[in-house]
């Protein structure tokens, strides 16, 4: 079955820079986009950016360029997703998530990490 | 900025129907872009409940449908049960925002 396993809570300091996985089974990662959704505590869902795996091409919304990178490695089916100055405003849960073009569902969801910034 | 807007909540006894609406603009659902539904339980994540305006994933019970017209959508819930209580997101792509995928503002469903 499809399964999106991503790392655990991170802690971490305003300024400092985050890198969380998600390591795809159960289909072929090269044919379906990475996407990256985060959600801060009590607030609705926001959508980052995306990664095709197979090309290594990405997209991100203007709010996070300059700041977000996507990143995979092929050989063990895992995407990363590094966001870079954070500040307290980064706190949230930040979820993987499965999509085939720009304009398709996301039918695949990680269960999420926690990142939280704090000093 | 807010491109799809939901109401923030909706109610309804057990076995009521219910809908939420997801309202758009000219760059995303007007722009003829599917709209797409998610379910978030408490404490989880989200979960795809339709694709393309009214497909459901298999395993997904018929109580749920979707429509879309112009620049709005709707997300249906009849017979409506406990465990539907949950945050409901609408989503779509807007092509004015650098080719971005965005979701509504969020509704939550409250089961009396």
């Known amino acids: 079955q499809v399964q999106l396993v991503q790392s655990g809570a991170e802690v971490k300091k305003p300024g400092a820079s985050v890198k969380v996985s998600c390591k795809a089974s159960?289909?072929?990662?090269?044919?379906?986009?990475i996407n990256w959704v985060r959600q801060a505590p009590g607030q609705g869902l926001e959508w980052m950016g995306w990664?095709?795996?197979?090309?290594?091409?990405?997209g991100y919304a203007q709010k996070f360029k300059g700041r977000i990178t996507s990143t995979r490695d092929t050989s063990i089916t895992t995407a990363y997703m590094e966001l870079n100055n954070l500040s307290f405003e980064d706190t949230a849960v930040y979820y993987c998530a499965r999509g085939r073009g720009f304009t398709s569902s996301l039918d695949y969801w990680g269960r999420g990490t926690m990142v939280t910034v704090s000093s | 900025q807010t491109v799809l807007t939901q109401p923030p909540s909706v109610s309804g006894a057990p076995g009521q129907r219910v809908t939420i609406s997801c309202t758009g603009s000219s760059s995303n659902l007007g722009a003829g872009y599917d709209v797409h539904w998610y379910q978030q339980l408490p404490g989880t994540a989200p979960k795809l409940l339709i694709y393309g305006n009214n497909n459901r994933p298999s395993g997904v019970p018929d109580r749920f449908s979707g429509s879309k017209s112009g620049t709005s959508a709707s997300l249906a819930i009849t017979g409506l049960q406990a465990e539907d209580e949950a945050d409901y997101y609408c989503q779509s792509y807007d092509y004015m925002r650098d080719g971005s995928r965005v979701f509504g503002t969020g509704t939550k469903v409250t089961v009396l």
């Open positions: 159960g289909y072929s990662f090269s044919t379906y986009d």
């Open positions: 990664m095709n795996p197979k090309s290594g091409n990405t």
